[in-house]
């Protein structure tokens, strides 16, 4: 009969030495938790006062661009280089054309002497 309560005691103070280690390891998880969710909404504020700042720059940087086309000193330069650049396209492109014409005329006429040569 000793032994049965030996037994029961030892089991009860077994699940009760349990439960208090469990209830302790909860508490710690929550602590870390709270912990966790504190940093978290840091972060969370810090982001968004920087995309905020980021929208801002990048407004601000739209209309710097915008002003610059009308402001920019070297813009007589730009427009001469982007004008030399679509002369040289268009004369590339002229050239070209004017080569594959030739060589259909050319293929014309060899053809139209290897007709009367046949005839």
Same mark, same amino acid.
């Given at each position: 009969m000793e032994?049965?309560? *030996?037994v029961k005691e030892a089991v009860k103070e077994c699940f009760e030495n349990f439960s208090i280690l469990h209830t302790m390891q909860f508490n710690? =998880?929550? %602590?870390r938790l709270e912990k966790i969710e504190t940093q978290l909404k840091q972060i969370n504020g810090i982001v968004q006062r920087?995309?905020?700042?980021?929208?801002?720059?990048?407004?601000?940087?739209e209309i710097y661009k915008a002003n610059r086309i009308h402001t920019c000193? %070297?813009?007589p330069v730009i427009r001469n280089l982007e004008d030399n650049a679509l002369e040289a396209k268009v004369i590339r492109k002229h050239i070209w054309m004017s080569m594959v014409a030739a060589? =259909?005329?050319?293929g014309l006429i060899v053809s *139209? *002497?290897?007709? =009367?040569?046949l005839i």
């Amino acid at each position: 009969m000793e032994d049965k309560e *030996f037994v029961k005691e030892a089991v009860k103070e077994c699940f009760e030495n349990f439960s208090i280690l469990h209830t302790m390891q909860f508490n710690n =998880i929550e %602590q870390r938790l709270e912990k966790i969710e504190t940093q978290l909404k840091q972060i969370n504020g810090i982001v968004q006062r920087h995309e905020i700042e980021i929208g801002r720059l990048v407004d601000s940087d739209e209309i710097y661009k915008a002003n610059r086309i009308h402001t920019c000193p %070297q813009l007589p330069v730009i427009r001469n280089l982007e004008d030399n650049a679509l002369e040289a396209k268009v004369i590339r492109k002229h050239i070209w054309m004017s080569m594959v014409a030739a060589g =259909i005329i050319m293929g014309l006429i060899v053809s *139209f *002497f290897s007709l =009367i040569n046949l005839i």
